[in-house]
């Protein structure tokens, strides 16, 4: 039995939950892939998996050994990646999940990795909230731009490094372009906001209880005209029809470059949301985490993503 295989047999049957699925991920066979599981049972002497009809889950041994699994597999990886880099040289895949209103600045941030670093391939993903925390626990995801009020709900350790702070927006369409790009027009407060035609994310993205949660603080209540779980469909929604939108600074500052949009900074409340990298606090850092955590922390770094975050210009 190669171990490291089976281990990573079972991580893919729990990602996927599904014996078919899991196998196509690892590109064997559903017999060969259910064989493996069964060795590995007899060589820790437990069941492992739950088997009915269907995948019905792991017993609790099982989840004690998935644990296990996603460390090894870890650091499996991680001495790969240092074996193959060279000193001040890191070398090797990262994975960057950020949730979607961050997206414009983890772009930046993986752009100015690869460019300081290019033996650095930086995979970058746009998850919700709950994904980016189940892909810190699981190991899946090295690094993770979101919401730090957040970490007391995840059950792993993590550590953390502030970033910038969300400020929003009431996004419109205006009737005569402006001369060059976006502008900002005067505050508005979000009692006001809400008795326009609005495109928010769906109400299971974390911004989307931020934004209600200011509305309802506003003594308003909102029912969208159109619901999406792109951040480019809301920001096309408002260019290409009569909707406005809630976008926080990183995306005001996305698009900018549209001469027929103004950006109206929301007040009564003021809402400010700290957004900052995340990532697993015990697990041991490959040479490229440890890259971007220093370029998390470079001071260069943080006047730039300041630059296209927060309030912007106003």
């Given amino acids: 039995m190669n171990l490291l295989s089976s281990l990573r047999y079972l991580v893919a049957l729990h990602e996927h939950r599904h014996f078919g699925r899991a196998a196509q991920a690892c ?29 019905a889950g792991l017993t609790p041994e099982g989840e004690r050994v998935l644990a296990s699994a996603q460390l090894m597999l870890h650091e499996h990886a991680v001495l790969q990646q240092d074996l193959r880099s ?5 070398r090797g ?28 391939l930086p995979v970058v993903l746009s998850l919700s909230s709950g994904a980016l925390e189940k892909g810190l626990e699981d190991l899946s995801i090295d690094l993770a731009l979101g919401y730090t009020d957040r ?11 502030p970033q910038y702070t969300e400020h929003y927006f009431l996004l419109r ?20 906001a809400a008795r326009l035609p609005l495109c928010l994310l769906t109400d299971d993205m974390h911004n989307r209880t931020i934004v209600d949660a200011a509305f309802t603080t506003a003594g308003a209540s909102v029912k969208p005209a159109i619901e999406t779980n792109s951040i480019l469909t809301m920001a096309l929604s408002v260019v290409a029809g009569s909707v406005c939108s809630v976008m926080p600074g ?14 109206l900074p929301l007040c009564s409340p003021e809402i400010l949301t700290p957004i900052g990298f995340m990532s697993h606090a015990v697990a041991r850092p490959s040479r490229a985490l ?4 220093a370029l998390a922390q470079d001071a260069a770094w943080l006047r730039h993503a300041a630059a296209y975050s927060g309030l912007l210009s106003v």
Wanted: overall charge positive; aromatic content about 6%.
């Fill in 151 to 161: 970490m007391g709900l995840c059950d792993t350790r993590l550590s953390a490094w």
């Fill in 250 to 263: 990183a995306l005001v500052g996305a698009v900018r470059s549209y001469r027929e949009l103004e950006a």
């Fill in 93 to 120: 895949a990262l994975r960057i999940g950020a949730v979607p209103t961050a997206m414009p600045i983890v772009a930046r941030f993986g752009a100015m990795l690869q460019a300081r670093h290019p033996g650095i």
């Fill in 173 to 192: 369409r205006i009737t005569t372009p402006h001369a060059d790009s976006l502008q900002f027009g005067p505050r508005m407060r979000w009692e006001a």
């Fill in 290 to 293: 440890e890259a971007a955590i």
């Fill in 27 to 55: 590109h064997i066979t559903q017999p060969a892939l259910s064989n493996a599981l069964r060795a590995l049972e007899r060589e820790f002497k437990v069941v492992i998996v739950k088997r009915d009809r269907v995948y």
């Fill in 86 to 90: 060279e000193t001040h040289m890191p």
